[in-house]
Each structure stands twice: as C-alpha cells, then as structure tokens.
C-alpha cells in the first residue's frame, strides 16, 4: 500500500469512527504485503479487530449498564450442594433461548441457597451476548417507581424499566410492600408481558403465598402471576444456605435435627 493511499485509508477509518481498525493500519498494511495477502483477505483482518474491540467495549457498556451489586457465573455455581436443582434446565437457560422467546425465569427458594447468583450469572450471560440488562431489587424497584409518581414522571420510568432485554428482579417478597407498590411492581411484570420481554425473579415466597407480596391483593397476585408463569421456567431450590453451612463447618451452629429442614 503506498503512502498515500495509506493516509487516505486512515482518515476513511478515522472519519468513520473505526480507531481500533485506524491504528492497526500499519502494521496489518507492511504484513499483507510481505504475506502477498488479497484484498478480501487484508480487508477481513483488517476489520476483525475492529469487531472485536466494538464487541468488547459494548460488552463491558452493558455489564455497566446492569449495575449488578457484584459479578457471578454459572461455572462458580456450586451445583453439588443444590441437588434439588434439574442441572439440565440450568444449562438450557444459558442457551439464552429464553431471551429470544420472551421467557420469564423465576427462581424461588429459602435464603442464601444461590438464587441471586444464578440470577445475575444470567444477566451477565445475556450482557455477553449483546443485549442490555438491568438489575435491581423489589424494594429499590418500588422506591423508584413510587419516586417517580410522587414527581409526575412514572411514564417515563415504566418505560426505562421496559427498555433492556432482560429486567432482574431480586429479592422479591423479603419485604412487604404498601399496596400503591405492589401496584407499581405488577405494572412493570404486566408491560414486559405485554412486550415478549423476559424477567429473572427470584423469592422466597412460594406461589401460594404471592398474595403477601401484593400487600394482600389476591386478585393482583393471580393476575401477575398469570402472566410470570405463561410462558417460564421455574427453578425451585429446596437446599441449604451456603451461609449456614459454613457457620455449621465453623462449629458456630448446630446441625438441624429436621432432615428437611432450612436451618
């Protein structure tokens, strides 16, 4: 490539925003001639790393975006003390197939059995595969919304909550929420229903007992219930807590004396 043509070619790329593809320039031109590349050959070389850099920088954009409180991913799942996990409907979902489908996922299960992990090594995974991710936990999603209300702006924040691909929803059910919240929280479950856009929850309610999550309105907790399980996988984590195991490995907690017991 002579000079000119060189410096032609740099500022195309500057122009068009491609920085990565810009500084390698150089160094891919002198190999493509010493190798007697072709044009398609030196073209693709030449771009791959521009993909990649893009890819990389939009992946690290989504996981900000998330604002997951810390990273965790499947392979870090301690799967042998979760027995009552079915492993294969696990690894299913990280097909990310539910994404595509507008599945929802919920998780439910007594503390501290790994339901936030697997929940967020789900968002990181849809992160990883270009789409965006928002985390938070029920409490913080009713404060927001009700925020929003009290400040005339809840349209605009329904329909924040409405934009990733994919909305965690943590903690579900460990705090009671007031009835303007427990309506607030179903008309988020009900326009990502009404989009095809997938939730991950977890709880620590059973479905029975949901009508305590929507501040004793049975009627509400059927209908956000009705359009969580129409189209969901449910992972019911019947283990121990990780945390009460180690106070027990510790000597710091006495062994329950209850089989079935979560303590």
């Not at 399980?229 to 283990?239: E, P, Q």
Request: charged share 20%; hydrophobic share 45%.
């Amino acid at each position: 490539m002579s000079a000119l043509y060189e410096e032609l070619a740099a500022s195309s790329l500057e122009q068009l925003g491609m920085h990565t593809a810009k500084d390698a320039l150089d160094q891919v031109a002198q190999r493509a001639a010493a190798e007697n590349w072709s044009y398609s050959h030196f073209l693709g070389y030449l771009l791959s790393a521009e993909t990649s850099a893009r890819q990389t920088k939009a992946v690290a954009l989504n996981l900000q975006f998330a604002r997951f409180p810390y990273t965790k991913r499947v392979e870090h799942f301690d799967f042998a003390a979760q027995p009552s996990l079915d492993r294969r409907l696990v690894d299913e979902l990280f097909t990310g197939r539910f994404l595509s489908e507008g599945r929802n996922v919920v998780l439910l299960g007594p503390p501290g059995v790994g339901k936030t992990h697997l929940a967020i090594a789900l968002g990181v995974m849809t992160a990883e595969k270009g789409y965006r991710v928002s985390f938070t936990t029920a409490a913080d999603l009713a404060r927001k919304l009700t925020t929003a209300m009290a400040e005339n702006r809840l349209g605009r924040i329904l329909n924040a909550f409405g934009q990733p691909t994919l909305l965690i929803i943590d903690e579900v059910g460990y705090l009671s929420l007031e009835p303007a919240e427990a309506s607030l929280l179903f008309q988020v479950i009900a326009r990502r229903y009404d989009k095809d856009q997938s939730i991950v929850l977890t709880s620590n309610k059973p479905f029975g007992e949901w009508a305590q999550i929507f501040a004793g309105d049975v009627v509400m907790a059927s209908a956000a219930l009705d359009r969580m399980l129409h189209r969901c996988t449910v992972l019911n984590i019947r283990g121990d807590s990780y945390r009460l195991k180690e106070r027990r490995k510790a000597g710091l907690l006495a062994a329950p004396t209850d089989p079935n017991s979560n303590e």
